[in-house]
């Protein structure tokens, strides 16, 4: 004599493909095992969104200032590449920084001006303070007299905020990005160097 089942069909909604399937199992979540991986990884990425959320709520501005700098200072020397340095008008190999005309400390005010900061060879930067009478200079050269003395001149102060800070780190990898897809193509297109030609090292 065969035993009823106590298995209960019922209908349940795959949380991977969206599609109805029928449930041998009151908890199923998932219609077959492909689902189920799709699931599981879903669920990881997840959890690490929520993670990263939960890091940036408590991340100090300190952290958010940093992290706008370097996206910052990332394009400044994307937007300048192939440019030489601002001060020695040297075309060198050497580490390139993202140098401002007025300092940080001085105008903290003008830190994400982009007619303040242009790029600056590692010596010129590090070693000679910025080099700044023959940045001043060249900087003259580049955008002209009336700007530099624009720069040079009163700013309201600007105590960036933490939103201010997340839109400036988002903006500037966005504007980033895009300049290295500009390369990336300009380069492809590019007839092959001959003996004896370079192109620019990234």
Same mark, same amino acid.
């Given at each position: 004599? #065969? +035993?009823?089942?106590?298995?209960?069909?019922?209908?349940?909604?795959?949380? !991977?493909?969206?599609? &109805?399937?029928? *449930?041998?199992?009151?908890?199923?979540?998932?219609?077959?095992?492909?689902?189920?991986?799709?699931?599981?990884?879903?669920?990881?990425? %997840?959890?690490?969104?929520?993670?990263?959320?939960? /890091?940036? /709520?408590?991340?100090?501005?300190?952290?958010?200032?940093?992290?706008?700098? *370097? %996206?910052?200072?990332?394009?400044?020397? +994307?937007? &300048?590449?192939? #440019?030489?340095?601002? *001060?020695?008008?040297?075309?060198?190999?050497?580490?390139?920084?993202?140098?401002?005309?007025?300092?940080?400390?001085?105008?903290?005010e003008l830190r994400f001006d982009e007619r303040n900061v242009h790029k600056q060879c590692e010596?010129?930067?590090?070693?000679?303070?910025?080099?700044? !009478?023959?940045?001043?200079?060249? +900087?003259?050269?580049?955008?002209?007299?009336?700007?530099? %003395?624009?720069? %040079?001149?009163?700013?309201?102060?600007? /105590?960036?905020?933490?939103? &201010?800070?997340?839109?400036?780190?988002?903006?500037?990898?966005?504007?980033?990005?895009? +300049?290295?897809?500009?390369?990336?193509?300009?380069?492809?297109?590019?007839?092959?160097?001959?003996?004896?030609?370079?192109?620019?090292?990234?």
């Amino acid at each position: 004599m #065969l +035993l009823a089942s106590n298995t209960k069909k019922q209908m349940a909604t795959c949380k !991977a493909c969206g599609k &109805d399937f029928i *449930s041998f199992r009151p908890l199923a979540q998932v219609c077959s095992i492909s689902c189920a991986k799709k699931h599981v990884a879903s669920q990881k990425k %997840e959890e690490k969104q929520k993670f990263k959320a939960r /890091k940036e /709520k408590v991340k100090p501005r300190s952290k958010w200032m940093q992290e706008a700098q *370097s %996206e910052f200072n990332r394009y400044i020397r +994307l937007r &300048d590449r192939g #440019l030489p340095c601002i *001060s020695c008008d040297r075309d060198n190999k050497s580490k390139q920084n993202a140098g401002h005309f007025l300092s940080t400390g001085a105008r903290p005010e003008l830190r994400f001006d982009e007619r303040n900061v242009h790029k600056q060879c590692e010596h010129c930067n590090s070693y000679l303070s910025g080099n700044q !009478a023959a940045y001043r200079i060249r +900087l003259i050269k580049r955008i002209g007299l009336e700007l530099v %003395e624009w720069l %040079e001149g009163p700013h309201e102060p600007n /105590k960036h905020t933490i939103d &201010d800070l997340r839109q400036i780190k988002e903006t500037y990898r966005a504007k980033a990005k895009e +300049l290295e897809n500009q390369w990336d193509q300009t380069t492809k297109s590019a007839p092959p160097s001959g003996p004896g030609l370079t192109q620019e090292p990234d």
